[in-house]
């Protein structure tokens, strides 16, 4: 599995933990499942806000509501990125060897006239 970061944004609200204004970092990332036949994304998209000052994670029950409201903002932006199937070149020649098997029976099995 392969994450891809969504959104990542450096807030001026105060931290919980130390009081810093200007350490606070929240990063919105995506897990993508891979197999030779497709890429997929998957629908939950994790959070994290960090303190770069006092090196610390910060959960959710320590939020204010300024980073809530801020945590809100930041998550819209980061949903825009729509769910996506990307189908690999395999996958279509598999669909291609399929219909080609398919007609190949359906010419031998049909009696000729």
């Known amino acids: ?3 891809n970061t969504l959104h990542t944004a450096r807030l001026k ?3 919980p933990t130390c ?3 200007d350490g606070l970092e929240i990063t919105f990332t995506q897990e993508e499942k891979e197999n030779p036949f497709f890429k997929k994304p998957a629908q939950q998209i994790d959070e994290k806000l960090y303190c770069h000052t006092c090196k ?3 959960y959710p029950v320590n939020w204010t509501e300024d980073i809530e ?3 809100d903002y930041n998550k819209k932006i980061a949903e825009t990125n729509k769910q996506y ?3 690999k070149p395999l996958f279509y020649i ?3 060897v399929a219909i080609v098997l398919v007609a190949a029976v359906i010419y031998v099995l049909i ?3």
């Open 111 to 113: 009696p000729k006239v």
């Open 94 to 96: 598999l669909i291609v």
């Open 69 to 71: 409201r801020v945590f």
């Open 13 to 15: 609200n105060n931290c």
């Open 56 to 58: 610390n994670t910060i």
């Open 19 to 21: 009081f810093g204004t």
């Open 1 to 3: 599995m392969k994450t």
């Open 85 to 87: 199937l990307k189908v």
